[in-house]
């Protein structure tokens, strides 16, 4: 079964980066579609960011785009979401998810497995 790990959470003031990291127990080249999800508090979860498994297409959602940037180390399993210019409406926890359905990313498409999250706080 598929693990996610997630890293790279943390405090930061608006106008700030942080990069999230999330390590795949075994190689998602090809195989899997990876998602960035958000959870704001009191609200539902919402879909940020997504790269197909040939690495041919990204999705982000309105938003965030132009400030973060999903990219993929396939040599090292590895999933990145790049987040600048953080905003307080930015703060959540933040998952990663892989989907079977590889072709494309899309939020609404199902993910099977989903990393443990990681929280991101944007405040002055």
């Known amino acids: 079964q598929l693990q996610l790990v997630q890293s790279g959470g943390g405090l930061v003031q608006p106008g700030g980066s942080l990069r999230l990291s999330c390590a795949t127990s075994?190689?998602?080249?090809?195989?899997?579609?990876i998602g960035w999800f958000r959870q704001a508090p009191g609200k539902e979860r919402e879909g940020v960011s997504c790269?197909?498994?040939?690495?041919?297409?990204?999705n982000y959602s309105a938003s965030v785009k132009g400030r973060f940037t999903i990219s993929r180390d396939n040599a090292k399993n590895m999933v990145y979401l790049q987040m600048n210019s953080l905003k307080p409406k930015d703060t959540g926890v933040y998952y990663c998810?892989?989907?079977?359905?590889?072709?494309?990313?899309?939020?609404?498409?199902?993910?099977?497995?989903w990393g443990r999250g990681a929280q991101v706080t944007v405040s002055s």
């Open positions: 075994e190689s998602t080249k090809d195989i899997y579609a």
């Open positions: 998810a892989a989907s079977a359905l590889i072709s494309l990313c899309l939020f609404s498409e199902p993910y099977d497995y």
């Open positions: 790269v197909s498994g040939d690495d041919r297409y990204t």
